[in-house]
């Protein structure tokens, strides 16, 4: 099994920034991918950002140029920084991890974007 707990989420005014953070634990394995995904009520969950162990990222249309995702392996921690924030970008946001055909979760936190 492998916990993953986020943290980070909060209220921020358009165009401000927030970090958020993953930190895994568990039976990782030595090969996974991360992601952080997000999902606002009455919509399916969508991604957000992937990052493979080795540093291979790839991110959704609407988060080039203003995320980045980023995994320290060594303390099992994955980010996602945000900058350029709007109010669409309101959205519970998951981390996720993927090793050996098996998807785990995060519990979610809330960003929520409005002045």
């Known amino acids: 099994q492998v916990q993953l707990v986020e943290s980070g989420g909060g209220l921020v005014q358009p165009g401000g920034s927030l970090r958020l953070s993953c930190t895994v634990s568990?039976?990782?394995?030595?090969?996974?991918?991360r992601g952080w995904y997000r999902q606002v009520p009455g919509s399916q969950r969508e991604l957000v950002a992937l990052v493979s162990n080795g540093g291979s990222a790839s991110y959704a249309d609407f988060a080039k140029g203003r995320f980045t995702i980023a995994s320290d392996n060594g303390a099992n921690t994955m980010y996602l920084q945000m900058n350029n924030l709007k109010p669409e970008d309101t959205a519970v946001y998951y981390c996720n991890q993927v090793q050996g055909g098996d998807f785990y979760w995060g519990q979610g936190t809330q960003v929520t974007v409005s002045s």
């Open positions: 568990g039976s990782i394995a030595r090969h996974y991918v």
